[in-house]
T-cell receptor, first 117, second 112 residues
Framework: DTGVSQNPRHKITKRGQNVTFRCDPISEHNRLYWYRQTLGQGPEFLTYFQNEAQLEKSRLLSDRFSAERPKGSFSTLEIQRTEQGDSAMYLC???????????????FGSGTRLTVV | QKEVEQNSGPLSVPEGAIASLNCTYSDRGSQSFFWYRQYSGKSPELIMSIYSNGDKEDGRFTAQLNKASQYVSLLIRDSQPSDSATYLCAVTRRSGNTPLVFGKGTRLSVIA
């Protein structure tokens, strides 16, 4: 297994355009998380999935943001009508959570850096 | 009050010294605590996890947890220039399986 894979690594888009990012988690992991990180800040939670079910969305996730995880494998994060404030590093992470497991440290992907011009 | 608070630094320590990184959290129900290291331009990588009050050691790293004081710390012994990075404290909300809430991170600089 090569870890968590994110594509693309970098994306430059014009304001108002739509963008989509992809995340392929570690295959044995049942949870997948999306975070956003800006310079000098820690990662901010956006949303997460357990298998194909989206369990929680942050209030940061406006109606311009949508995430999917069809079939409980890879996930996509789409941002519609991008704004300059959307410029950030978008991080995907995965973990394995079981009924008796409390040790679920995340494995992060390399991130997708979005620049909205 | 922010959920997870860290001094942003920079914290500068000489090579070979002990670096002490601190974190406080607001949710008394938090049960799982993590330290991540993030090099500039890279994604966070897990260093330590701790769930019970007391100390947990792993090589040069020691995590300390005090739930009564809502305080968690990371000690790095024999600091090396390669330890220079941002250290992120992360905490679960309420029960143990909720998504992590991260602090802003403390930037550590180890001077050779």
């Amino acid at each position: 297994d090569t870890g968590v894979s994110q594509n693309p690594r970098h994306k430059i888009t014009k304001r108002g355009q739509n963008v989509t990012f992809r995340c392929d988690p570690i295959s044995e992991h049942n949870r997948l998380y999306w975070y956003r990180q800006t310079l000098g800040q820690g990662p901010e939670f956006l949303t997460y999935f357990q298998n194909e079910a989206q369990l929680e969305k942050s209030r940061l996730l406006s109606d311009r943001f949508s995430a999917e995880r069809p079939k409980g494998s890879f996930s996509t994060l789409e941002i519609q009508r991008t704004e300059q404030g959307d410029s950030a590093m978008y991080l995907c992470a995965s973990s394995l959570v079981g009924r008796t497991s409390s040790n679920y440290g995340y494995t992060f992907g390399s991130g997708t850096r979005l620049t909205v011009v | 009050q922010k959920e997870v608070e860290q001094n942003s630094g920079p914290l500068s320590v000489p090579e070979g010294a002990i670096a002490s990184l601190n974190c406080t959290y607001s949710d008394r129900g938090s049960q799982s605590f993590f330290w991540y290291r993030q090099y500039s331009g890279k994604s966070p990588e897990l260093i330590m996890s701790i769930y019970s009050n007391g100390d947990k050691e792993d090589g040069r790293f020691t995590a300390q947890l005090n739930k009564a004081s809502q305080y968690v710390s990371l000690l790095i012994r024999d600091s090396q220039p390669s330890d220079s990075a941002t250290y992120l404290c992360a905490v679960t909300r309420r029960s143990g399986n909720t998504p992590l809430v991260f602090g802003k991170g403390t930037r550590l600089s180890v001077i050779a």
